[in-house]
């Protein structure tokens, strides 16, 4: 495996990602609940999140307008599964604060919204930012976790940052865009990011034992 295009292909012939909950494989995608889920998520599994976005859907607080009425103490409470419940209360709150005075509504805020604007806030780094940006938001910004970082040491490949991963990860779509299309078509480059950050994941999640993720079944294609 040289490339990004070459896991890309592999992992779409293990017909990766399971695409039942949503096209661009994020449940509810394009969503303010994106928004939240992408804070709840850090440093907790999935499954707790979805929790904690249940309880705040109960409370009809998965809204700008929602959120910003729900008071702390209630949102502490709700996002307890997803842990670190405190400190992602706060965050949640100056985020959605932030969102509401700058562009009022989540429309303004999917077209509007910069990388930038989302890192200068407190609690949102670039793995947070990329996922509001290409599943809330549907921008063409290619998501890496740790996740994509295990998979490709498999194979040999070490990066300094987040940045560097990205990059690689981007770089091998651009130079085999025609293929690319070809296994993808008539899906935007945005749609094609957020399926392929979805395979990993999900590759990851049936692969990866401890540190160590088998990558047998990708060496085969």
């Not at 910004?141 to 560097?164: I, P």
Request: hydrophobic share 40%; glycine share 4%.
């Amino acid at each position: 495996m040289t490339n990004s295009y070459e896991l890309l292909k592999a992992l779409h012939s293990l017909h990766l990602p399971i695409q039942e909950r949503d096209a661009w494989w994020w449940p509810n995608s394009g969503t303010y609940e994106v928004v939240i889920g992408a804070v709840l998520t850090q440093n907790t599994k999935w499954q707790k999140v979805e929790e904690a976005l249940e309880n705040l859907r109960t409370l009809e607080a998965l809204t700008i307008e929602g959120l910003a009425k729900l008071d702390e103490e209630l949102l502490r409470e709700a996002i307890k599964p997803a842990g670190f419940y405190n400190t992602k209360a706060k965050r949640l709150k100056l985020l959605n604060q932030a969102i509401r005075d700058k562009f009022g509504d989540f429309t303004n805020f999917q077209v509007e919204v910069s990388r930038r604007w989302l890192l200068e806030k407190k609690g949102v780094g670039e793995e947070t930012a990329d996922s509001i940006l290409n599943y809330a938001c549907y921008r063409e910004a290619m998501v890496v976790d740790s996740y994509t970082a295990a998979l490709l040491k498999a194979f040999g490949y070490e990066f300094e940052d987040y940045r560097s991963l990205q990059a690689w990860m981007i770089e091998g779509l651009k130079d085999y865009d025609i293929k690319v299309r070809e296994l993808f078509p008539n899906i935007p480059k945005a749609q094609i990011y957020a399926l392929f950050h979805g395979m990993i994941v999900e590759y990851c999640k049936q692969h990866k034992k401890g540190k160590k993720v088998d990558v047998s079944l990708i060496e085969k294609f």
